[in-house]
């Protein structure tokens, strides 16, 4: 079982087009964090979310923790071919467990 | 650049046979953590070291090892390789036991 379901899994869009990345779990965070991958490389941090309903922007990037710190959003507004990549969502469990879970990954195409 | 340092970048070996990789943390991190990423699969989390102790163990096998030196430095060790090791490995590294992870670039691993 997956704690944290990450979806869509695969995402193809056309440039200029707005699109949204869900990550949801029964189990409370004490924060989250979201990644990208490209194909061969580390994951790169694009934000940490700690607070219940906090939101955080990054250029085209809103990033939006849930009230109950259970689930995170990731918006891209007018994608472009270089937002193409792996979206991870990883967060940091209440329980103590020191474990970071990982979500299964957005794969995004975005077409010129 | 993340600040996390891997070597090598690539490695191919044969089956059986034992390697090392090695991940130097960013400075000031006391925390390091080793993940497997196979092809078209999420990260697995293998083991986690909290300045030079093991904290937290993963999907780790028999096979593999780990250690955090007094310098924070950790080294991966994989012996008896199969070709089902084949995979790029992971490190990140956190200021404390939980929270944000920054990663290293990888060692792409094949075994033939």
């Known amino acids: 079982t997956q704690l944290l379901e990450q979806s869509p899994q695969f995402l193809s869009i056309q440039e200029g087009e707005n699109l949204t990345v869900y990550c949801n779990s029964s189990s409370v965070f004490s924060s989250l964090q979201w990644y990208r991958q490209e194909p061969g490389e580390g994951p790169v941090l694009l934000v940490t979310v700690v607070t219940g309903g906090e939101v955080k922007k990054l250029k085209r990037l809103t990033f939006q923790f849930g009230d109950a710190r259970k689930d995170s959003s990731l918006h891209i507004t007018a994608a472009q071919p270089g937002d193409t990549g792996l979206y991870l969502c990883?967060?940091?469990?209440?329980?103590?467990?020191?474990?970071?879970?990982f979500g299964s990954g957005t794969r995004l195409l975005v077409r010129p | 650049d993340s600040g996390v340092t891997q070597t090598p970048k690539h490695l191919i070996t044969a089956t059986g046979q034992r390697v090392t990789l090695r991940c130097s943390p960013r400075s000031g991190d006391l925390s390091v953590y080793w993940y497997q990423q196979s092809l078209d699969q999420g990260l697995q989390f293998l083991i986690q070291y909290y300045n030079g102790e093991e904290r937290a163990k993963g999907n780790i096998l028999e096979r593999f090892s780990a250690q955090q030196f007094p310098d924070l430095h950790s080294e991966l060790n994989l012996s008896s390789l199969e070709l089902g090791d084949s995979a790029l490995y992971f490190c990140a590294s956190s200021v404390y036991g939980q929270g944000t992870q920054y990663f290293g670039p990888g060692t792409r691993l094949l075994v033939l």
């Open positions: 990883a967060g940091d469990l209440l329980d103590s467990s020191y474990k970071l879970i």
